[in-house]
């Protein structure tokens, strides 16, 4: 792992990974794991469901990277959110489980303990926020408002990570909030 | 971390080091476990099944051929898994023909295996007996009223559960045939002996020198070898022909020495729910492949040393219909049904569709909180279309008391993961559709 690694952006860990170094991919796993599981979870209802997908949806992204690597500057987030989605969508048209990227990569099934699951309902309850977000906003936006909100990380710092100015990450957070409080009162 | 992600991230840098090659990677593959499936994505089947053993030298009569195998699919030249294209098939012409034939292990009439392409480009697979050149299946445990005649299986008598994909692409990817049906006319008057369901209903268990565990399957022109256990050995044969074909038929013995609860689940049939993977990952451990001048290896049971695990380098590119077609606006007419809503969704099809590799399909997400069901899809349209041709499908969407959202639905065109799966790989949005759940 490269010492940049803490500020490396989504983009640029598949790259790592696609050239060998197989944890850039843990790290992107750690940093993106919790929101795919937020993601399936709302979805399923079911804590070892969304714990499989999930699995799968990091198995396929694995697949994916080496049969059609995505252009992927910034975050990974909608990407894999997609493909989560997709995994999720092939589950219910098989009536099971999707397994085929973690067949194709020899993957073997992981055992799922109870506190695995108390675990994942307390990062659901966490993230189920983020995850609401994910479908609201835009990708950039949504990286900007968890970095500064949720993160609670500097402008500075921020547009580092995703190779923009200052002033571009201010504005967009401004949008992200501009966005959702019409969504709200959309909604109400 | 717990440990679920712990193991997970690890398997999934194990994986990654694999793919790309990684020095870090040299992890020892370890030896996966079989109970769930793990076999890497490659068309191969098994099934057991009840199958009195004659003797090779009895005299056997021969009784009425096979009669189409009856689905729920009716197939024609444009439909379903379509029909059998004239001389697509070889016929057998000895019992001992070289190609897909293998012995009986308790002697009785050889086994064979036939190769059918059908109209609309899939392979399918008919297995049974060999006599006299012909492929057939016995009278024998309650099938044609246990006449113990030889009743030839002609090719027009598919199973559509044996068809796959003749493509690289989709055989590398996807299941393939699932092959969990028996024999083509089989209607047993007996349960074998591993099934869970032995004995049930009534119904008595079959002699164990009846049954046979059989194991077959196309695995692409790429193919160089597969490898079994049996008896505690590991056993390795090459595959046939350019479908890289095999045929493994081992006395009930071989799932005996090492009979567990988890071979006696995969008798069950997909209709009880439990996925074709199940029960292609217990028989076969390893499966060997050419990839350009070097070999690879696929397979729950990976030979540590030995080649790396294949890639999707040897697949090629997917041929899917080009990108830019024209999106279609989607007509849609929702009538209340008991229990949903039955949606006609109605668009003009921007591509072709001229066989079975593709199909288009209608699939939904669903935004309501619990109890809502998340999404769905509907049945694929499993037949030849033009382009621009008017086309009309019909999607149920389940409503749960106190359910109310919308639906965000697509009209999708891809690659079928299997014979009549709908697609699944390579899906291009061709129009889309919303309705909202009062």
Redesign the interface.
């Known amino acids: 792992m490269g010492p940049d690694s803490a500020v490396s952006t989504d983009g640029e860990l598949l790259d790592r990974?696609?050239?060998?170094?197989?944890?850039a991919?843990?790290l992107l796993?750690?940093r993106r794991?919790e929101l795919v599981l937020a993601f399936l979870l709302k979805?399923?209802?079911n804590p070892e469901v969304a714990?499989d997908l999930?699995?799968e949806t990091?198995?396929a992204s694995?697949?994916a990277?080496?049969?059609r690597p995505p252009t992927i500057s910034g975050s990974a987030a909608p990407w894999l959110l997609t493909i989560a989605?997709?995994t999720?969508?092939?589950s219910?048209?098989?009536?099971?489980v999707e397994?085929?990227a973690?067949?194709?990569?020899?993957?073997?099934?992981?055992?799922?303990?109870d506190?695995?699951v108390e675990?994942v309902l307390r990062v659901a309850a966490e993230t189920e926020l983020l995850a609401d977000l994910a479908e609201e906003l835009p990708p950039d936006q949504l990286d900007a408002l968890r970095a500064r909100v949720l993160d609670e990380r500097g402008y500075e710092e921020i547009a580092r990570e995703l190779e923009c100015s200052a002033a571009v990450v201010r504005k967009r957070v401004s949008r992200a909030i501009s966005t959702l409080r019409q969504t709200r009162k959309a909604g109400t | 971390m717990s440990d679920f992600h712990h193991d997970c991230k690890q398997q999934l840098l194990t994986a990654a080091g694999t793919l790309f090659h990684s020095v870090e990677a040299q992890a020892p593959i370890q030896r996966h476990s079989r109970r769930l499936p793990v076999l890497a994505a490659v068309a191969i089947g098994a099934l057991l099944l009840a199958a009195a053993a004659f003797a090779a030298s009895q005299i056997i009569g021969v009784g009425a051929s096979v009669k189409p195998f009856g689905g729920s699919e009716r197939s024609s030249l444009s439909t379903g898994v379509g029909v059998p294209l004239p001389g697509s098939h070889r016929r057998l012409r000895s019992a001992s023909s070289p190609a897909m034939s293998v012995p009986d292990p308790l002697g009785g009439l050889p086994w064979g295996m036939r190769i059918v392409t059908t109209t609309r480009g899939l392979l399918c697979v008919q297995v049974g007996r060999l006599r006299d050149g012909l492929l057939g299946v016995l009278g024998q445990d309650g099938r044609f009223k246990n006449d113990g005649l030889f009743h030839e299986l002609p090719p027009g008598a598919l199973d559509q559960s044996t068809c796959s994909q003749r493509d690289l692409f989709t055989l590398y990817r996807a299941s393939g045939p699932s092959a969990l049906s028996t024999l083509p006319g089989e209607v047993r008057s007996c349960s074998v002996r591993s099934s869970r369901r032995a004995g049930a209903a009534g119904q008595p268990v079959c002699p164990a020198r009846d049954e046979r565990l059989i194991a077959f399957g196309l695995l692409g022109p790429h193919a160089v070898s597969v490898s079994y256990r049996a008896g505690n050995r590991l056993h390795t044969v090459a595959t046939s022909g350019s479908h890289g074909a095999y045929l493994i038929v081992l006395p009930p013995s071989a799932w005996q020495a090492s009979a567990s609860e988890d071979f006696s689940a995969a008798n069950l049939t997909p209709s009880e729910g439990l996925p074709a993977g199940v029960l292609r990952a217990y028989l076969l451990s390893r499966v060997v492949f050419r990839d350009g001048n070097h070999r690879c290896q696929a397979g729950p049971e990976l030979q540590i040393g030995g080649p790396p695990i294949c890639g999707a380098s040897m697949t090629g590119a997917p041929s899917i219909p080009s990108r830019g077609a024209r999106r279609s606006p989607v007509a849609l007419l929702a009538r209340k049904r008991a229990g949903g809503y039955a949606l006609t969704l109605a668009f003009t099809a921007p591509a072709a569709v001229h066989d079975a590799n593709t199909a288009y399909g209608a699939e939904y997400t669903l935004e309501g909180a619990a109890p809502c069901e998340p999404g769905g899809a509907g049945q694929p349209i499993e037949r030849d279309i033009k382009p621009g041709q008017r086309v009309q499908v019909t999607m149920f969407v389940n409503q749960k008391p106190g359910c109310h959202g919308v639906i965000h639905g697509r009209i999708v065109l891809g690659r079928q993961g299997s014979a009549l799966s709908g697609p699944t790989y390579d899906k291009r949005t061709v129009g889309r559709f919303s309705f909202a759940l009062p």
């Open positions: 990974t696609r050239a060998g170094d197989r944890e991919f843990g796993y750690e794991h979805r399923t209802r714990m999930m699995a990091f198995a694995l697949v990277l080496a049969d989605r997709n999720l969508i092939d219910y048209r098989r009536g099971r397994s085929a973690r067949r194709r990569l020899a993957l073997e099934p992981v055992e799922i303990g506190g695995d675990r």
